[in-house]
């Protein structure tokens, strides 16, 4: 995420003060040092306070302060919930930690600031990629296994209409994938007895390597009871993505597709079972994507999306 810096705050600005003496005020030693903030680009105000002379920083995102196309939501509800998300996480793997929230101030979740590079920075310069996706795949393995619960399946096919619904898309191609959609839900592939915590917005950006471990970043869109490969379906597709717009064609994504299942994998029956599960998830990543993108580009993904639910009929 590029950030620019945009403010410098003096002591007496309330925002600064809140941090300096009730959020952090054990971790730095000049409680009237200046702040200064760095602002990223996100879908709601995001920025970075650093508090001078300390080299220790935070990240506050205002929920009531959304940049994005969705407006029209709770932002005391989303606050809360990433709070309540990244706290779960936290107990599991590897997370920015939530250190405070304040509605008065436009919603505001404050959290550790991860530095570090993150796994889209190594995806775009081909650099240890087989190392970091092994790591976020052991990540996402002891995410999903540490916080079984029931299963929503329904819930899982409802987004997937909703996704669509997003799009627009003509009469026949939205019935095609409504035809393919059922077969899947008559299938027993989707099946299962547990569901578990997901991170759902899989984006490369939210995955920092810090001191060579992985921490996860953005719990706003976090799942439970859902199905563990979503993640995995996701994050597949923006690998394909990345390759297809930049390295020379999606299909080079696949031997660190390969990699990142197999190490997400509990051996050979496992990785069967998910790669016959992937397209789905995968599929669901390519129009998450190609609400994104306009023109040939789009038609290139929603495309793909439809190859991949067709694996229901080639048995895969």
Request: proline share 3%; glycine share 6%; with cysteine.
């Amino acid at each position: 995420m590029a950030n620019s810096h945009v403010n410098t705050l003096n002591p007496g600005d309330p925002f600064r003060d809140w941090l300096v003496e009730e959020v952090v005020a054990n971790r730095i030693r000049d409680k009237k040092c200046c702040v200064n903030v760095f602002k990223y680009n996100s879908s709601h105000t995001v920025c970075r306070y650093q508090f001078k002379g300390e080299h220790f920083s935070v990240m506050a995102k205002f929920f009531a302060e959304p940049t994005g196309k969705l407006k029209a939501y709770n932002p005391y509800k989303g606050m809360m919930n990433e709070y309540r998300n990244l706290k779960k996480a936290a107990s599991i793997i590897n997370v920015a930690k939530p250190l405070a929230v304040r509605k008065d101030f436009n919603c505001v979740l404050v959290t550790e600031h991860i530095p570090g590079k993150s796994l889209g920075w190594y995806l775009k310069r081909e650099e240890d990629l087989y190392g970091r996706l092994s790591a976020v795949a052991h990540m996402l393995r002891n995410l999903h296994d540490n916080t079984k619960s029931s299963y929503d399946k329904e819930n899982e096919f409802r987004n997937f209409h909703d996704v669509l619904d997003h799009l627009k898309l003509d009469y026949g191609t939205r019935e095609t994938f409504n035809k393919l959609l059922g077969e899947w839900w008559y299938s027993s592939l989707l099946d299962r007895e547990h569901g578990c915590m997901v991170h759902r917005d899989v984006t490369p950006s939210n995955y920092i390597f810090c001191k060579e471990k992985p921490y996860a970043i953005d719990f706003e869109s976090s799942w439970f009871e859902a199905h563990p490969v979503r993640d995995l379906g996701v994050l597949t597709a923006e690998l394909k993505n990345e390759f297809e717009l930049h390295k020379g064609g999606g299909w080079k994504a696949e031997p660190y597709i390969g990699n990142l299942l197999w190490e997400y994998s509990r051996g050979e029956k496992d990785f069967y079972s998910i790669t016959r599960i992937l397209p789905f998830f995968m599929s669901i990543g390519l129009l998450r994507s190609a609400r994104l993108h306009q023109g040939d580009y789009r038609d290139y993904l929603i495309n793909e999306a439809r190859e991949c639910l067709g694996a229901i009929y080639r048995g895969n």
